[in-house]
Every structure is written in structure tokens, then in C-alpha cells.
């Protein structure tokens, strides 16, 4: 199941997301909602708690 990684929501297979690697450790997968990114919510890795917009 996909986990919005800002707002822990599980994102239904019909909506759309952004997936992308953590910036900082590039090793964890970062998934948030569309609208989670459309308010600009920070996320934190899980892996090396790197915080990003
Ligand atoms: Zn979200
Ligand atoms: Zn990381």
C-alpha cells in the first residue's frame, strides 16, 4: 500500500502522487500526496531524517 510519507494517508490507486528519492541519502523512496506537496508540507526520511520541503 502507498503511504503518503507527510500526512501517513493512504493513497488510493486512482490518485496521482510524487515519488522520488530522499535528496540527502538517496536510498529511501520519499512518497507524498498531491496535497501534501500542493501546500508545500515537509517530510522527513525515515532513513536519515532529513527534512525537505
Ligand atoms: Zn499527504
Ligand atoms: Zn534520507
Known amino acids: 500500500m502507498i503511504k503518503c510519507i507527510s500526512c501517513n ?3 488510493p490507486n486512482t490518485e496521482k502522487y510524487s ?6 541519502c538517496q536510498k529511501t523512496e520519499i512518497i ?4 501534501c ?6 517530510y522527513t526520511c525515515p532513513s536519515c531524517n532529513f527534512t525537505g520541503p
Open 19 to 24: 515519488r522520488f528519492l530522499c535528496p540527502n
Open 9 to 11: 494517508k493512504i493513497i
Open 37 to 42: 506537496k500542493a501546500k508545500n508540507i515537509s
Open 32 to 35: 507524498r500526496c498531491l496535497a
